[in-house]
């Protein structure tokens, strides 16, 4: 069992940074991968971002890449995510998630993660 708190939301300019964090309970956190996802108002969950139980590989969606940095440091049980020059279409409630190790294609699937987070807003403005 892993229980996921997110934090690190906010309001910002369109340009700005803002970076989350998820910090996890449970001894196993570093036998997870872990992923951030977020829903805008409307809209159907959609995959940001993902990293493997080591840290040694990553997955972003193309609309992020280049812009977001998903991180972990195991010793803290904590997955960051930088996100950097923010656009308003970046507004949204974003979650953590954990699963058991992922490949391919199932990395960006929100039905392949067991675990999540209550959310945290980022609300982006232009």
């Known amino acids: 069992q892993v229980q996921l708190v997110e934090s690190g939301g906010g309001l910002v300019q369109a340009g700005g940074s803002l970076r989350l964090s998820c910090a996890a309970s449970g001894r196993t956190f570093s036998s997870y991968a872990m992923g951030w996802f977020r829903q805008a108002p409307g809209k159907e969950r959609e995959f940001v971002a993902h990293i493997s139980w080591s840290g040694g590989s990553t997955y972003y969606a193309d609309s992020v890449k280049g812009r977001f940095t998903i991180s972990r440091d195991n010793a803290k049980n904590t997955v960051y995510l930088q996100m950097n020059s923010l656009k308003p279409e970046d507004t949204a409630v974003y979650y953590c998630?954990?699963?058991?190790?992922?490949?391919?294609?199932?990395?960006?699937?929100?039905?392949?993660?067991?675990?999540w987070g209550q959310g945290t807003q980022v609300t982006v403005s232009s």
């Open positions: 998630a954990a699963a058991a190790p992922l490949y391919g294609s199932n990395r960006s699937r929100f039905s392949m993660y067991d675990y």
